[in-house]
């Protein structure tokens, strides 16, 4: 039994900055892995980007590339996404998930997954 919890998310401009974190407790955060997703209105859940146990691997979406930084903190089990430059078609609800066994994309494959925090970036 995991649960998360996503904070951080909100209103912004155009080319502004958030910060999303993601807060893990019931198990030991260290065995898994970390994923960010989201999801829009009407448009199917999209990976944005993943890290590994340690965080010695990184992944990135192909438009998350050069804004968006992954990174996780053991000690406080939480796992953060620190988005820049952002643009409106980055709103959506963003998603935290965990895998227990793999760093990946495929979000099916993850074992659990927090509420979501909305982020809307406006034009």
């Known amino acids: 039994q995991v649960q998360l919890v996503e904070s951080g998310g909100g209103l912004v401009q155009a080319g502004g900055s958030l910060r999303l974190a993601c807060t893990a407790s019931?198990?030991?955060?260290?065995?898994?892995?970390m994923g960010w997703f989201r999801q829009a209105p009407g448009k199917e859940r999209e990976f944005v980007a993943a890290?590994?146990?340690?965080?010695?691997?990184?992944y990135y979406g192909d438009s998350m590339k050069g804004r968006f930084t992954i990174s996780r903190d053991n000690a406080k089990n939480t796992v953060y996404l620190q988005m820049n430059s952002l643009k409106p078609e980055d709103t959506a609800v963003y998603y935290c998930?965990?895998?227990?066994?793999?760093?990946?994309?495929?979000?099916?494959?993850?074992?659990?997954w927090g509420q979501g925090t909305q982020v809307t970036v406006s034009s």
């Open positions: 998930a965990a895998h227990t066994q793999y760093t990946t994309v495929i979000a099916g494959t993850y074992d659990y």
């Open positions: 019931g198990r030991t955060f260290s065995s898994y892995a």
């Open positions: 890290v590994s146990w340690i965080g010695a691997r990184t």
